[in-house]
Each structure stands twice: as structure tokens, then as C-alpha cells.
């Protein structure tokens, strides 16, 4: 499997975060760093150079039909 590589307006997970969702600010590809920002109760907050080995890519789409095959369950 090919290593994950950022973009700008991704939505990641960041291990070691639980469920928590990120979105990706900016990139640094010569340090293979990216600066995240989160939003949640507390606000909006920033995080930088955190190593693109620490995030999974958030498939949106793949999201969506999860919420909707588990609410048809109910």
C-alpha cells in the first residue's frame, strides 16, 4: 500500500486522537509534515508539523453511506 500523502482540505484521522476529525491546512512535503486544524467544543484548534505517518485519510463518501446503512438499520 502506497504511503498517504496530504492535500490541503483533506479530512484526516490523526492517531492517538480517537474519532476525532482534522482538516488539513497545509503541507510541508520536504519534512513530510502537515498542519492540521480541528473543530469541537472547545473551538477551532490548530496543530502543526504533525508527521504524515500519524494520519489515515477520511473518505467522506465511504462516511456517508456508513451513516446511512446504519440508520436503515434502526
Do not use: C, I
Not at 26 to 34: H, I
Amino acid at each position: 500500500m502506497a504511503k498517504y500523502s496530504p492535500k490541503v482540505n483533506d479530512t484526516v484521522f490523526w492517531k492517538g486522537h480517537g474519532k476525532s476529525r482534522f482538516v488539513v491546512l497545509a503541507v510541508d512535503s520536504t519534512k513530510e509534515t502537515a498542519d492540521l486544524q480541528s473543530t469541537g467544543k472547545l473551538g477551532v484548534v490548530l496543530h502543526g508539523h504533525v508527521p504524515w505517518a500519524e494520519l489515515s485519510y477520511l473518505d467522506e463518501s465511504q462516511n456517508a453511506v456508513r451513516f446511512v446503512r446504519e440508520a436503515t438499520k434502526e
